[in-house]
């Protein structure tokens, strides 16, 4: 049983590049969300989605898109990537309270 | 809107020492509260929850209770070890629990524990 798996766990983008964080659950989990990771800054929710077909804005979600085809997969899409997005990007899957987190894509924007 | 405040670090203390860390929140409702601990490198890991007042959340020796009359949720453990030396967070749940927004993460508070 997998959990939450995430790819990549490292990339560095230049600026104005665009990539796509992969996440991918195999527990059926209906909710997922994406949070973003500053050094001593706590979790920030970016998006999240509470089912396929569905997604909702978080805290943060300027420069960033989603999409939720499946129950299994919420990818994060940076069109153009700037170095205020330099961080690390946690993805979470969740029944309903009780969150399984991946174990991370540490991004650098240069 | 909810928030989450724990005490800064980082904390450093001896192997078998007391340990305290301080979790306030401020939510409407009646939310969940956790704590996650995230080792080096690693995703976040669930350490222990409550979902309502005076509920006490227990795991590995760490224990926190639920108190609403001063809206905290203060992590404890009686004797730590070196290899609890991690980053732990304290969160919030809305929506009485269900979680369909997510959690509200405190800063998070960086533990070391020395031999």
């Known amino acids: 049983n997998a959990g939450v798996t995430q790819t990549p766990k490292f990339r560095i983008l230049k600026i104005g590049q665009s990539m796509t964080l992969q996440c991918t659950q195999d527990?059926?989990?209906?909710?997922m969300y994406w949070y973003r990771q500053d050094p001593g800054m706590g979790l920030k929710l970016i998006y999240y989605?509470?089912?396929?077909?569905?997604?909702d804005k978080g805290e943060v979600p300027n420069g960033y898109n989603v999409s939720r085809s499946t129950t299994e997969d919420f990818p994060l899409r940076l069109e153009l990537a700037a170095p205020s997005q330099t961080s690390v990007y946690f993805c979470?899957?969740?029944?309903?309270?009780?969150?399984?987190f991946g174990s991370g894509t540490r991004l650098t924007v240069v | 809107g909810d928030s989450v405040t724990q005490m800064e670090g980082p904390v450093t203390l001896s192997e078998e020492a007391f340990l305290t860390i301080n979790c306030t929140y401020t939510?409407?409702?009646?939310?969940?509260l956790f704590w996650y601990v995230q080792y080096p490198g690693e995703g976040l890991q669930l350490l222990l929850k409550?979902?309502?007042?005076?509920d006490k959340g227990s795991n590995k020796g760490f224990e926190a209770t639920y108190r609403k009359e001063t809206t905290s949720f203060h992590l404890e453990k009686g004797s730590v070890q070196v290899s609890d030396s991690a980053v732990y967070f304290c969160?919030?749940?809305?929506?009485?629990?269900?979680?369909?927004?997510?959690?509200?993460f405190g800063k998070g508070t960086h533990l070391i524990i020395q031999p």
């Open positions: 979470a899957s969740s029944p309903s309270g009780g969150y399984t």
């Open positions: 969160a919030l749940s809305g929506l009485s629990g269900g979680g369909a927004d997510g959690l509200t």
């Open positions: 409550a979902t309502k007042a005076d």
């Open positions: 939510a409407t409702g009646y939310p969940s």
């Open positions: 989605s509470v089912g396929a077909g569905i997604t």
């Open positions: 527990m059926n989990h209906n909710y």
